[in-house]
């Protein structure tokens, strides 16, 4: 037989709940407000949007570069002490 166990029941949902919101309404906001500031000929409401939407994409990428840079350190730190130092191992002391 086979069950399944929760790893934690009390599990805080709001987080996932405003998250969701939130993508939902950016949903909204490109799928049907911005059509309408084109057919409109709404200038105002249409850069607001693509304002929104260019910092929807710097705020990704500051998240994005936050995840990658210890890659690139780690990697960079490889490079240098081995074409460099000549060393035959590095050594990380994470």
Do not use: C, H, K
């Amino acid at each position: 037989m086979i069950t399944v166990e929760r790893s934690s029941v009390n599990q805080d949902l709001l987080p996932m709940l405003f998250i969701g919101f939130l993508l939902t309404l950016f949903g909204f906001l490109i799928y049907y407000v911005l059509p309408l500031a084109l057919i409109s000929l709404d200038a105002a409401l249409l850069f607001n949007i693509f304002l929104a939407i260019m910092m929807g994409m710097l705020i990704g990428l500051v998240i994005l570069a936050l995840n990658i840079q210890p890659l690139f350190e780690s990697a960079l730190l490889w490079t240098i002490f081995r074409m460099f130092f000549f060393e035959n191992q590095v050594r990380f002391f994470f």
